[in-house]
């Protein structure tokens, strides 16, 4: 059984995604504030996305399929 949680589903902040040629958006550097995942519908189903924020403004859409994800852990106490 797959317990693994659905982009769309996983309520976790984003910390960073990185492409294969190891670029890198990640919140606190560069402006990026916020990354956060989203849906678009497609031909046939919905398709996750990438969204990256500097501020309030959304400063790139990427296809989640071309990043890899990475979340933030929290300090343990």
């Given amino acids: 059984m797959n317990n693994v949680i659905r982009l769309e ?34 031909e046939f189903c919905y398709v996750p996305w990438i969204a990256v924020l500097k501020g309030n403004v959304v400063y790139a859409r990427i296809p989640a399929y071309q990043v890899s994800i990475y979340y933030r852990v929290e300090d343990a106490k």
């Fill in 9 to 42: 589903d996983d309520v976790r902040d984003i910390e960073s995604v990185v492409f294969l040629n190891d670029c890198e958006h990640k919140v606190g550097h560069c402006g990026v504030t916020k990354i956060a995942s989203f849906t678009e519908p497609a």
